[in-house]
């Protein structure tokens, strides 16, 4: 299964401003948190996100689906069929996308599951997310960009010049956190500026996720562990002992994150550390 992953990644400092772009801490976690198993069974998860009823969904690389867990743990398959999903997210509205990887597209499905396809002509979409102002933001990898979808349906790139990225987030302050799979963390200030961070990772994988207040964790698949990235570009473990995280999320109490294990096929809650 590492096999499998290392093939998707082969086809897969700054300054103090008065409102810098990643909120937190700065100092080292003496012990980071050991993972909460919650479920395992899943093939290859990878994108992951929670709907406005706590329903988590998870798309599943290596079933072709999108599974379903309510907030009892109950089970279902939302929508199979599907060509190498990666990333997903869920709009405001409930509308949920779901990259297709291999077939360079995403699709749309709504909330009881009829799907429809939303923009094609990508090169490898990997990570999806939205912007603070709604925009559907998406980890074109092969081409190095973050695009986004225009009105008329078109494609128009956010960010340029990236090294394969495969995941990204908006801060607060209108900057942007992106996870490199061909290495390191880009951190692209509001005013245009960047910073390479991520040097503790083995591989930054598609999850990155942001809190409402702004810190922003990122997993390490070709590691073990899931870091937040520091408000001076550099990075601290917040969990360790996974096999390969790849997905993450924030939870509905915004007090937790959980990430979806490639290499053991298994979600793991992790405690947000003051």
Do not use: C
Not at 65 to 77: E, F, K, L, Q, W
Not at 114 to 122: I, M, P, Q
Not at 157 to 177: E, F, H, K, M, S
Not at 239 to 265: C, E, I, K, N, Y
Request: charged content about 15%; cysteine-free; proline content about 7%.
């Amino acid at each position: 299964m590492m096999n499998t992953l290392r093939s998707l990644a082969a086809a897969l400092a700054f300054a103090v401003v008065p409102a810098s772009p990643i909120m937190g801490p700065t100092a080292a976690y003496a012990h980071p948190a050991a993972p909460e198993k919650l479920w395992d069974g899943f093939s290859a998860p990878v994108g992951m996100a929670f709907d406005a009823a706590g329903n988590l969904f998870v798309a599943e690389w290596g079933a072709g689906r999108v599974s379903r867990i309510d907030r009892a743990g109950n089970r279902i398959t939302f929508a199979d069929g599907l060509s190498g999903p990666s990333g997903l997210t869920i709009g405001p509205d409930g509308t949920i996308y779901v990259a297709s990887y291999s077939r360079d597209e995403v699709y749309r499905f709504t909330p009881a599951g009829e799907r429809s396809v939303h923009v094609t002509g990508l090169a490898t979409p990997a990570g999806l997310s939205f912007d603070r102002s709604g925009r559907l933001l998406i980890a074109n990898r092969r081409t190095n960009q973050i695009l986004t979808v225009t009105g008329n349906g078109g494609l128009e790139p956010v960010i340029d010049g990236l090294r394969t990225p495969v995941g990204a987030v908006q801060t607060p302050d209108n900057g942007y956190v992106v996870s490199n799979i061909g290495g390191g963390v880009t951190i692209l200030r509001p005013d245009g500026s960047r910073i390479e961070a991520g040097e503790a990772f083995g591989t930054p994988g598609p999850g990155v996720a942001t809190t409402k207040d702004g810190r922003v964790f990122v997993v390490d698949y070709g590691g073990t562990t899931v870091r937040e990235i520091l408000a001076d570009g550099q990075s601290r473990a917040v969990a360790d002992g996974l096999r390969s995280p790849v997905g993450l999320v924030v939870a509905p109490d915004g007090a937790s994150l959980l990430t979806a294990a490639w290499g053991d096929g298994t979600i793991y809650r992790i405690p947000i550390p003051n």
